[in-house]
């Protein structure tokens, strides 16, 4: 058994199948992009993994565990992780308290002692900022710390929503069009921070991607949605001369968007 695999996953918004019967399987620390023209079912694909939306059916297992079953908040301390394709952060807050918020789920101290304001949740608090801060550094963001986010630019923002989503210590982390926003400077740097997360964290990475140069040079494997259901899957180097891939998605000569 895969280490995180989704089974014959179908959902339905009223009469509109968005995704249907698709399959996929990842290995642990491998990246895996998906891919597709707006409206292929590839963000519903990804709500349907972290619990936002209803499936119709099918299942999904990570480390041999199901998941379908469970409410958001429990995949998440399960390990299912995700960014948006538009970063939601809390503008009026600083980047350190957004980047802390996403390890809530992990906190070291209960919501008694936060409550009453004891020693333990200062400890948590100092611990839980910590591990923002280190993220944000890994991000090359620690001079960040204490701006407020609204004030940021929207490839700022997409950065801090990733470092956000890692300090929840996803075992899997899915990524909607991570690189969107950005220069090609910030997207190389976010590629690179990606391949290390992957290596040395063992995070499995499943990212949709709209950039076909950042997607090709990220993703071991590469599935292709299409109407909601995939049409193809292989290598990139593959799914570069798939004839439906080319036909339906990158259109003859074209390589720099899908």
């Given at each position: 058994m895969s280490f995180f695999s989704i089974d014959n996953m179908s959902v339905i918004f009223g009469g509109l199948r968005a995704v249907s019967n698709?399959?996929?399987?990842l290995g642990?620390?491998?990246?895996?992009?998906?891919?597709?023209?707006?409206?292929?079912?590839?963000?519903?694909?990804?709500?349907?993994?972290s619990g936002l939306v209803p499936m119709a059916g099918g299942t999904i297992h990570l480390d041999g565990k199901p998941l379908q079953a469970l409410p958001p908040h429990r995949r998440a301390a399960a390990g299912i992780g995700r960014t948006?394709?538009?970063?939601?952060?809390?503008?009026?807050?600083?980047?350190?308290?957004?980047?802390?918020?996403g390890g809530f789920a992990h906190r070291q101290s209960?919501?008694?002692?936060?409550?009453?304001?004891?020693?333990?949740?200062?400890?948590?608090?100092?611990?839980?900022?910590?591990?923002a801060e280190q993220m944000l550094d890994a991000f090359g963001l620690l001079s960040f710390c204490d701006a407020?986010?609204?004030d940021l630019p929207f490839g700022t923002l997409k950065k801090i929503d990733l470092a956000r989503a890692l300090v929840g210590?996803?075992?899997?982390?899915?990524?909607?069009?991570?690189?969107?926003?950005?220069?090609?400077?910030?997207?190389?740097?976010?590629?690179?921070?990606?391949?290390?997360?992957?290596?040395?964290?063992?995070?499995?990475?499943?990212?949709?991607?709209?950039?076909?140069r950042v997607i090709m040079g990220l993703a071991n494997?590469?599935?292709?949605?299409?109407?909601?259901?995939?049409?193809?899957?292989?290598?990139?180097?593959?799914?570069?001369r798939n004839p439906l891939v080319i036909e339906a998605y990158l259109g003859h000569g074209s390589a720099a968007h899908a």
């Open positions: 698709v399959s996929l399987a642990e620390g491998e990246i895996h992009g998906v891919i597709g023209p707006n409206g292929a079912g590839k963000t519903s694909l990804i709500n349907a993994v948006f394709q538009h970063a939601e952060i809390f503008p009026d807050q600083s980047v350190i308290a957004n980047v802390m918020t209960s919501l008694l002692q936060d409550f009453l304001g004891t020693p333990g949740k200062a400890a948590a608090e100092r611990q839980a900022r910590r591990e407020l986010a609204g210590k996803p075992r899997v982390l899915m990524l909607d069009e991570p690189t969107s926003g950005m220069n090609d400077t910030e997207a190389q740097e976010v590629i690179a921070a990606c391949r290390r997360i992957a290596g040395e964290l063992r995070v499995t990475l499943l990212v949709i991607e709209h950039n076909m494997m590469i599935h292709v949605l299409d109407h909601g259901e995939k049409i193809a899957d292989g290598t990139p180097a593959e799914i570069q």
